[in-house]
């Protein structure tokens, strides 16, 4: 059986294996394998990183995040500036079209609209701006409006899942209605139930995806 303290050291450890986080500033909350992280970092792309360090650990079921970011004197940037370097940033990008993208910064957070045709220009979206100088948090609300619009079909969706190396596809149960996929039962970890979703939004034509998948280990909590 796997303790919450040893889960909690777990934990902390992936926080301190990470050369950017300093480990005093995050605090760690363990209770049947949902993570709660407290404190302050310096930036938002230091947020992130605690949060994936700690998705990454076995035995995790779900991450509450409650950092928060604190900017240095030297790191505030009106929103004014920090939306002509979002700007800039997205334009950069070869895997962004950067001219379907309504932006709007407000108190330092970065807010991204408009219609994407792919998930993984969405993705590239957010990385383009969250790593950005006085960027606070980015909410992204952009929406995939792919350009087919054949018929999705379950088994291209359930074929790709088994392919993948870290998958037991036999416990995923795909459902197709329209432009949405749906994925429904089981997986080992918070990776496998990301790469799932990830996969399934590679599918051409795939407006939305559900992932209804639970994260479920061999081992208790005591």
Same mark, same amino acid.
């Given at each position: 059986m796997k303790s919450n303290e040893t889960l909690q050291q777990n934990v902390e450890d992936a926080i301190k294996w990470e050369p950017s986080l300093h480990a005093a500033e995050i605090g760690v909350i363990v209770k049947n394998g949902v993570v709660t992280l407290t404190g302050t970092v310096d930036s938002y792309s230091?947020?992130?990183?605690?949060?994936?360090?700690?998705?990454?650990?076995?035995?995790?079921?779900?991450?509450?995040? %409650?950092? @928060?970011?604190? &900017?240095?004197?030297? $790191?505030? #940037?009106?929103?004014?500036? +920090?939306? !002509?370097?979002?700007?800039?940033?997205?334009?950069?990008?070869?895997?962004?079209?950067?001219?379907?993208?309504r932006l709007k910064v407000h108190n330092g957070w970065v807010y991204l609209e408009g219609d994407m045709r792919w998930n993984y220009q969405k993705?590239?979206?957010?990385?383009?701006?969250?790593?950005?100088?006085?960027?606070?948090?980015?909410?992204?609300?952009?929406?995939?409006?792919?350009?087919?619009?054949? %018929?999705? @079909?379950?088994? &291209?969706?359930?074929? $790709?899942? #088994?392919?993948?190396?870290? +998958?037991? !596809?036999?416990?995923?149960?795909?459902?197709?209605?329209?432009?949405?996929?749906?994925?429904?039962?089981?997986?080992?970890?918070l990776y496998q139930k990301r790469e799932a979703a990830r996969i399934a939004w590679k599918t051409p034509g795939v407006y939305t995806v559900d992932n209804n998948l639970e994260v479920e280990y061999d081992y208790a909590y005591t």
């Open positions: 230091k947020k992130l990183e605690a949060e994936h360090a700690v998705r990454n650990v076995a035995g995790v079921l779900a991450v509450v995040p %409650k950092i @928060e970011v604190v &900017l240095a004197g030297s $790191a505030i #940037k009106t929103d004014e500036d +920090i939306a !002509a370097s979002a700007l800039a940033a997205l334009k950069s990008s070869w895997s962004v079209p950067d001219k379907d993208i993705d590239a979206a957010d990385r383009a701006v969250q790593d950005l100088a006085g960027v606070k948090g980015v909410i992204n609300n952009l929406k995939i409006k792919s350009e087919s619009h054949d %018929k999705l @079909e379950q088994k &291209l969706v359930e074929d $790709a899942l #088994k392919r993948h190396w870290s +998958i037991n !596809a036999d416990n995923i149960r795909v459902k197709v209605s329209g432009t949405n996929v749906t994925l429904e039962g089981t997986v080992g970890s």
